[in-house]
């Protein structure tokens, strides 16, 4: 599933360069996750890199884009070039 940011976001800015697919980016008040390059750092880390970073815990699963960890292997491979 992809992750997403809640309204608790203080915009510290540390996730963003956190994410490997460049799925994080500035919204209009807050940061925001594209679903459809969050992977959840699945490929590339253990664990997501923006929930492990972020100092007020505001990165949630998304419920509108549930994936399991194969799915979201295989848009980890997609998005880079490996499928």
Do not use: W
């Not at 915009?11 to 390059?37: H, K, R, T």
């Not at 419920?63 to 799915?71: F, G």
């Amino acid at each position: 599933m992809a992750l997403f940011i809640t309204d608790e976001c203080i915009n510290c800015d540390v996730c963003e360069p956190e994410c490997p697919n460049g799925a994080i980016s500035q919204g209009d008040e807050i940061y925001v996750i594209d679903p459809s390059l969050c992977t959840e750092c699945v490929g590339h880390y253990d664990t997501s890199q923006c929930v492990e970073v972020c100092p007020v815990d505001c990165i949630i699963p998304d419920p509108n884009h549930e994936e399991t960890k194969d799915q979201l292997m295989e848009k980890y491979q997609r998005i880079t070039g490996q499928s």
